[in-house]
């Protein structure tokens, strides 16, 4: 890569700039939806809760496993530039459908982004990494660059989509969703007749791109099969108790093709793709955990938390707006504890991850204290366990970006960035399995109110199973969230605090590494 200054912009690669825009309209497309998702099916489309967080958490897997097909294709065939332009293709379709508001469009709209995802989120984070040669030190720095794109388009949708939503009805706020996603598309396209990214991002081979099946090339075949596809993903998004089923046949292919890479590569690149997938591990705890933002999390605001300036929707924006405050100092303090030798390392990084993970969890239970006679919290526990967990997702989810290129064999780059993201597959299964143990049962409780979790809630809420029974069902459901919350706060503290204490062993393993 040449280094030349006419080729940067503020000391990274110029093609970072563009990649940075559009990663921003196509997360403000996909964020401005998702902050929409549960409220429209529980208010507009009348689903229960239930009902709602399978589906949220059906349609939110399989974003984060068709990346892994997504990354295969463009490894092989199609390229990132090619990839990346299908997907936001797909994706904006998408989107402008959802504003029929007929069974079919609804779900064959969560399909057409489900595929179009696929092609779009593991290549354009795999192009970034490719604008950087192996061990360059602006790498972490760039990812984090990246990382606040992500975050402004996710901070400013949930709150447009939101408002127009509310002021001119569900189909407007999709509406500018889709938007987002062909202003994403323009950016990107730009870059390319630039030539700002020079010969990164093409066909990989063109022989056999071009090689023809079915009478067209293999290029043209696999778009033509992304389309026939959307009905599928349709389908088990709208039977999503049977996604079970699903989990096992991806972890199956996943297991499979890991163990087929690991007999074709040295040594060293054995022990760097055993530490991409044991990162990938953790990133699947701290996704479904993290992931309640976008379901349980809403409703809890909507229902329980006395809100100012903003509704449930827009408390969506809450984590990317902080990200858009702290990723520039981050990326700053990595730089600067890199040049003076104390930058830690990536499994600790992790593990930091993880504990501000499980200390934002239980601000948000600790906000037990505030309640009203109402059934309402305070806002300041939101905005400050936001504020936490956000700290965490800074030490873990833009650092595990950057790090899977590094870790990855250099040929099957995009598929390990696939795998990296099927933790956000796995992650949102268990986070709706997470969420639906926060619905309401009249006279029960969940497993959280027993036993030693039992005793843990008592000690950070100050409420027990009896004094939530003697109140009303809207303080019941309160103490549902909660005791959820904190469970899983104290979960991923304690893990992360293993994941730091085996650092060094990890460290070790990743062959030079940081």
Request: charged letters at 10%; a positive charge; one cysteine or more.
């Amino acid at each position: 890569m040449s280094t030349t200054n006419s080729n940067e912009v503020f000391g990274h690669p110029k093609g970072l700039i563009y990649l940075f825009f559009a990663e921003l309209w196509e997360r403000f497309s996909f964020y401005g939806m998702r902050a929409l998702l549960v409220l429209y099916m529980t208010k507009q489309l009348l689903f229960t809760d239930d009902m709602a967080f399978g589906v949220y958490a059906a349609y939110m897997s399989l974003v984060y496993v068709t990346p892994l097909i997504g990354g295969i294709l463009a490894d092989k065939i199609l390229g990132f530039r090619k990839a990346i332009l299908l997907g936001g293709v797909l994706m904006a379709l998408g989107h402008f459908f959802l504003t029929f508001e007929q069974p079919i469009f609804f779900y064959g709209s969560l399909g057409l982004i489900i595929v179009g995802n696929g092609f779009f989120k593991p290549n354009i984070s795999s192009f970034v990494g490719d604008l950087y040669h192996e061990g360059d030190a602006r790498r972490d720095s760039g990812f984090t660059i990246f990382y606040l794109g992500i975050n402004l388009g996710a901070a400013i949708a949930p709150l447009a989509c939101a408002w127009f939503a509310e002021t001119y009805g569900w189909h407007y706020g999709f509406v500018l969703a889709g938007i987002g996603m062909v202003l994403g598309l323009l950016v990107f396209n730009r870059g390319l007749k630039g030539n700002i990214f020079g010969n990164k991002g093409l066909v990989p081979n063109l022989p056999v791109y071009q090689k023809k099946s079915f009478g067209i090339n293999q290029g043209q075949l696999i778009s033509v099969i992304a389309f026939l596809s959307v009905p599928v993903f349709a389908l088990i998004v709208k039977f999503h108790e049977f996604e079970h089923f699903l989990v096992w046949i991806i972890s199956a292919f996943l297991i499979a093709y890991i163990i087929y890479i690991l007999t074709t590569v040295n040594l060293k690149e054995k022990k760097r793709l055993i530490v991409a997938v044991y990162f990938t591990v953790l990133y699947t705890l701290f996704s479904a955990i993290f992931e309640q933002a976008g379901s349980s999390l809403t409703l809890f605001a909507d229902r329980n938390v006395n809100l100012v300036g903003m509704d449930a929707a827009g408390t969506n924006s809450i984590n990317a707006g902080f990200i858009i405050l702290l990723a520039i100092p981050f990326s700053l303090l990595w730089t600067f504890l890199s040049k003076r030798k104390k930058n830690p390392n990536s499994a600790i990084k992790f593990g930091l991850g993880l504990v501000f993970l499980g200390l934002g969890f239980v601000v948000f239970a600790l906000s037990a204290h505030s309640i009203d006679a109402f059934a309402r919290t305070s806002m300041t526990y939101l905005v400050l366990g936001y504020l936490v967990l956000t700290i965490g997702e800074l030490f873990l989810s833009p650092i595990g970006l950057s790090k899977m290129t590094e870790l990855s064999p250099l040929k099957y780059v995009a598929f390990i960035m696939g795998v990296w993201f099927s933790a956000n597959f796995y992650g949102h299964f268990f986070a709706g399995k997470i969420a639906k143990l926060t619905t309401v049962t009249e006279g029960e409780t969940n497993i959280f109110t027993q036993g030693i979790f039992g005793d843990i809630v008592e000690l950070i809420t100050g409420i027990t199973p009896e004094m939530a029974m003697q109140n009303s069902e809207s303080y019941q459901q309160l103490y549902s969230y909660l005791s959820v919350y904190a469970s899983f706060g104290v979960i991923s503290i304690v893990v992360g605090l293993i994941a730091i204490l085996i650092s060094p062993k990890i460290k070790k393993m990743m062959v030079g590494v940081h």
